[in-house]
């Protein structure tokens, strides 16, 4: 681990998930593992087998969101968002090489830098105490002819720690359309997905060490239809330097390597012929970063952290578009640069059974190099928009007070947190189906306010019960705003025969709820239960006004998630309610109910036998609804059988 977990955190709504739960869903992924945090949720249903990468950004709170996560996710202190577009690509990170997870609801995380506007989800390594010296492996076969594997080696480097992680994984999909919507064109969606990484924790003298981290995985995905594949590679490298002395010190630099690709089809009414329409054929990106953190010694009750920190983003979009009888006709380049630099400085004090917090951040941000090239196939340009680069400082703030007595505590607090376009949502347009959506090279930079009051009563060592009811405002929120329906010629897209659209600044999303979480575990029993209501409704004038009080996009009222645990079996329901699949609320997803389970035969000391089964009851879990009424479907039953040496 980095430095220790800061003194201020009692005052914040935080969830940890660990080991235990962390390697043993039923899907055997990190976004599952996620799910049982309540109000945790990515833009779509659907996990990373099926879903598009692009519609995989993590939002908590009901602040809705688009392909871009309003949370910010790290791993061992390292953003995780794509460079380019925001969105996270889970199959890179294998279960098996994570020791635990910190979910923080609420945003402005002084020390992780922007983008913490819904809350913050820190992801760190295992450690000497998680895996011992050794081998641990699983191999499972599962429903669609899917296969699992992953590998972890462990060892003891002298005074140090190292191990090597490998995960792959392959399925030949289901078919993601409801079965009586499909057409000849429909087909299962398959995939096949690999992670390979490598960390090394050498200790430099009794109070230092340096922590280096290699990371390198591929993605291969379909929609489901020919011409629909999408996915991606990339390379991640860490170091950080930590200092656990009078002086706490840790000081970090990364750099992220990403490409992707995506390709897009239209479809015909009867669902008897799929034709190309986009082909993102590469998207690089890159990501640079370093921060410094120094926790200088003031008296024992007291700590303050002081620190910088700077990113920077590049990529673009390199496509082709615009196809007549099979061909393209059309190219498109869309991208650019971005950078922030911040410094921060957070105290906190410990005067009895009362602990005071607060902190502040300073940033700067400069957006360069935009473009939006389109041109015919063979040289004519049709459109060469280079927009002016852009900087301004963005200021923000957290603070919080934790008051303790006996099995009670009593916590509240308040925070601004800020997050910048991505290169993705400035510049780039996209289709999806019959319809289409135009860049905005002006976005503001969205900013959340929010505050709120909490609970935690722990009337027995096993028992922890915890309750916080939370609003939040998120200003300048950008969003994909229906502005007419086609058909059509519109501005920045061309022809369009279902919903024009333009990612625009909305006034605001207005976001209050309760969340409700429990934790109990006696002998060879475990119950963990997580709730989350949320009321959140958008406030729009002017070009968006037709939005005023309605629902963000993909954001469900209520969800909730509960796993019951005896010995190796464990049983996990979840709950999500109904939500819109469009901005104006007119494409409305249903509510459903899921199970999973997993049980656990030892074989031997080292062996076990495992069986999972992934929604259980087989429901019916909507992910997208076209214009047209085209249902896509979540996960259907899954079963696996395997064995995991230990």
Do not use: C
Request: hydrophobic residues 40%.
């Amino acid at each position: 681990r980095a430095l220790a977990v800061p003194m201020g955190d009692a005052a914040y709504d935080i969830a940890t998930v660990d080991r235990d739960r962390i390697i043993a869903t039923a899907s055997g992924r990190i976004e599952d593992v996620l799910r049982d945090i309540a109000g945790l949720a990515q833009f779509r249903r659907s996990d990373a087998r099926s879903a598009n990468a692009t519609s995989q950004g993590a939002t908590l709170r009901g602040l809705g969101g688009n392909a871009s996560s309003r949370a910010l996710l790290v791993l061992d202190g390292v953003p995780q968002s794509d460079p380019f577009g925001g969105w996270i690509t889970w199959p890179a990170y294998a279960p098996d090489r994570l020791g635990s997870v910190r979910v923080t609801r609420g945003g402005g995380s002084g020390a992780y830098g922007s983008g913490a506007l819904a809350g913050t989800i820190e992801m760190d390594s295992i450690a000497a105490a998680d895996a011992p010296a050794g081998l641990q492996a699983s191999l499972a076969y599962g429903s669609r002819h899917a296969l699992d594997a992953t590998a972890l080696a462990a060892t003891q480097l002298g005074g140090g720690f190292g191990f090597l992680s490998a995960s792959f994984g392959r399925g030949d999909g289901f078919i993601p359309i409801i079965a009586s919507q499909r057409g000849s064109v429909d087909r299962p969606a398959p995939y096949r997905q690999a992670s390979l990484a490598a960390r090394g924790v050498a200790p430099l003298s009794a109070l230092t060490e340096l922590q280096a981290s290699l990371m390198g995985f591929m993605d291969r995905r379909e929609r489901g239809t020919a011409y629909s594949e999408n996915g991606g590679d990339g390379a991640d490298a860490s170091l950080r330097l930590v200092h656990r002395g009078h002086w706490g010190v840790q000081a970090l630099g990364y750099v992220q390597l990403r490409k992707f690709t995506s390709n897009a089809v239209s479809i015909n009414a009867t669902r008897s012929l799929a034709t190309p329409s986009v082909a993102q054929y590469n998207v690089p990106s890159t990501g640079l970063g370093a921060r410094l953190e120094v926790r200088p010694p003031v008296a024992s009750q007291i700590e303050l952290r002081l620190g910088a920190d700077w990113r920077r983003t590049t990529g673009e979009t390199n496509e082709l578009y615009s196809y007549v009888n099979g061909l393209p006709t059309r190219l498109r380049e869309a991208g650019g640069q971005s950078d922030t630099a911040g410094l921060f400085a957070e105290a906190s004090a410990k005067w009895g059974d009362v602990t005071l917090t607060g902190g502040a951040r300073a940033d700067h941000w400069w957006i360069r190099d935009g473009r939006l090239i389109e041109s015919l196939i063979g040289g004519v340009f049709t459109r060469n928009d280079r927009p002016a680069n852009r900087q301004d400082w963005a200021p923000t703030a957290r603070a919080g007070l934790a008051w303790e007595t006996g099995p009670v505590t009593l916590r509240t607090a308040a925070y601004l947190g800020w997050r910048l376009p991505t290169l993705n949502e400035l510049f780039r347009p996209f289709r999806l189906g019959a319809d289409a959506t135009a860049a905005n090279p002006n976005l503001k930079p969205e900013r959340m306010r929010g505050a709120e009051i909490g609970l935690d009563v722990q009337p027995m060592p096993q028992l922890r019960l915890r309750a916080t009811a939370f609003t939040n405002q998120l200003r300048d929120a950008i969003g994909n705003v229906t502005l007419a329906t086609g058909p059509g010629i519109f501005p920045g897209v061309g022809q369009v025969t279902g919903a024009y659209r333009q990612r625009l600044n909305l006034d605001a999303v207005e976001s209050k709820g309760l969340e409700l979480d429990a934790r109990y575990k006696a002998g060879i029993w475990s119950l963990s239960a997580s709730y989350a209501f949320t009321d959140a409704r958008v406030r729009a004038t002017g070009a968006a006004r037709a939005l005023q009080g309605l629902r963000p996009a993909q954001t469900p009222r209520h969800m909730a998630s509960a796993t019951l645990g005896w010995r190796t079996v464990s049983l996990t329901t979840r709950y999500i309610s109904a939500q819109f699949e469009d901005d104006a609320n007119s494409r409305r997803l249903r509510d459903a109910v899921t199970m999973d389970a997993l049980a656990s035969l030892p074989l031997s000391p080292r062996l076990s036998l495992f069986v999972r089964g992934e929604n259980l009851a087989n429901a019916r879990v909507e992910t997208a609804l076209s214009a047209t009424g085209i249902v896509e479907r979540a996960t259907p039953r899954t079963l696996w059988f395997g064995l995991r040496l230990n």
